[in-house]
């Protein structure tokens, strides 16, 4: 029999394959595939028009996004606050793109554990960690408050910018944050003030309900926040629910009083935060 006319088991699941296989599908696997030289640029562009920081040197001239979360204020304020970040141990939660991974990074931490949940900004952490080659950084890719009710190491500094606000239970974490992290902790967040919010056109409408509740003995009054529209974009790097609870700034002092932490720091103070009221606080034990 001539070898043309000889067709294996493999050979005819081929062709009858290909053949269901319509050709747009085809090509739309294609386009999954670079046909240039690998360049930043284009390792960026798997996320185009997702980003949200500005890259430092050597990455400046690329196209991402435009804040400055790789050259943040707070974090130099936390480093200078606290006595430096040199040698120290860091539990990061919500490292968002890596920026102020990157930043703690280049200020002399020991290690950097960040634990981020949202699987598309878990990657873009991936690539500039790549990029930028961040050593002794350790991205992992789940919720921050499963990876902290289990057991684990316990850290010298916490880092939760913009992490708080987006909880169903923000007691819970101050609480679980608490546990693990010995000497600081460094929270960035929105706080709940009812006269600054009900008088915004843009807020009022996420808030429309309140509920006294309770964690470990801690009383206090929790906030829906609805995301609503938000939800829409690729980019949107908020919680993984649709809607989230704020504290008031009173409760949240008393928080972390409560849970240990007796010296408490503030900075960036912006009632007037077209989001809402925010802050950023280092809390620490004597």
């Known amino acids: 029999m001539p070898e043309s006319q000889i067709k294996g088991p493999f050979t005819r699941l081929k062709e009858k394959t290909i053949g269901r296989l319509p050709k747009r599908h085809e090509t739309a696997v294609l386009d999954s595939y670079l046909k240039t030289a690998p360049n930043p640029q284009t390792t960026l562009d798997i996320f185009q028009g997702e980003w949200t920081s500005r890259l430092p040197e050597p990455l400046a001239q690329c196209q991402a996004g435009t804040i400055e979360l790789f050259d943040d204020g707070r974090i130099k304020w936390l480093a200078s606050e606290i006595g430096g970040v040199t040698g120290k141990s860091v539990l990061e939660l919500g490292p968002l793109e890596g920026g102020h991974t990157y930043m703690l990074a280049q200020l002399g931490t020991a290690e950097i554990t960040a634990v981020e949940a949202n699987t598309r900004a878990f990657l873009k952490c991936l690539i500039v960690k790549e990029l930028l080659n961040l050593q002794r950084t350790r991205f992992l890719c789940g919720d921050c408050i499963e990876y902290l009710r289990q057991a684990g190491p316990n850290f010298e500094v916490g880092v939760a910018s913009g992490v708080l606000y987006h909880m169903q239970n923000p007691v819970?974490?101050?609480?679980?944050?608490?546990?693990?992290?010995t000497r600081h902790l460094f929270l960035w967040t929105h706080y709940y003030d009812q006269a600054i919010i009900s008088a915004s056109k843009i807020n009022a409408p996420r808030f429309n309900f309140s509920q006294p509740a309770e964690y470990a003995g801690f009383k206090h009054t929790l906030y829906r926040q609805e995301y609503q529209k938000a939800l829409e974009?690729?980019?949107?790097?908020?919680?993984?629910?649709?809607l989230s609870n704020w504290l008031s700034r009173d409760d949240l002092v008393r928080c972390l009083q409560y849970f240990g932490f007796t010296d408490l720091r503030f900075n960036f103070d912006?009632?007037?935060h077209?989001?809402?009221?925010?802050?950023?606080?280092?809390?620490?034990?004597?």
């Open 233 to 242: 974009w690729n980019g949107f790097c908020g919680g993984s629910a649709p």
């Open 274 to 286: 077209p989001n809402g009221p925010a802050l950023a606080v280092i809390a620490s034990r004597r």
């Open 270 to 272: 912006e009632p007037t």
């Open 172 to 181: 819970e974490l101050i609480a679980l944050l608490a546990q693990r992290c």
